[in-house]
Nanobody, 119 residues
Framework: VQLQASGGGLVQAGGSLRLSCAAS????????MGWHRQTPGKLRELVAT???????DYQASVKGRFTIFRDNAKNTLYLQMSSLKPEDTAVYYC??????????????WGQGTLVTVSS
């Protein structure tokens, strides 16, 4: 599976941005996927996940501001980010993975897309 992330850019604090992740394969609707982010010197952290039944879950710091969703007809995963804060600045990655219980294990990664939020 190949994943291609896009949509990053520079935005002012309080603004919005939508990231996209185009996926290859013919069974996209069965993929369980996530968005992650990473800043220099820090570990990559999980931001949001979506199951094949479209149940979504979020890191506490983005809950209520970010929405993960998918368009199975377009083989595309999205992350709608609103009320952005400077601390959201990071390189964002999409992944395809699997759940074991409540834990998400990424397997395939897209390249990152940089989001910069200015104050």
């Amino acid at each position: 599976v190949q994943l291609q992330a896009s949509g990053g850019g520079l935005v002012q604090a309080g603004g919005s941005l939508r990231l996209s992740c185009a996926a290859s394969g013919s069974t996209f609707s069965s993929y369980e996927m996530g968005w992650h982010r990473q800043t220099p010197g820090k570990l990559r952290e999980l931001v949001a996940t979506i199951r094949d039944d479209e149940r979504a879950d979020y890191q506490a710091s983005v809950k209520g501001r970010f929405t993960i969703f998918r368009d199975n007809a377009k083989n595309t995963l999205y992350l709608q980010m609103s009320s952005l804060k400077p601390e959201d600045t990071a390189v964002y990655y999409c992944s395809k993975g699997s759940f074991r219980g409540n834990y998400y294990y990424p397997g395939n990664w897209g390249q990152g897309t940089l989001v910069t939020v200015s104050s």
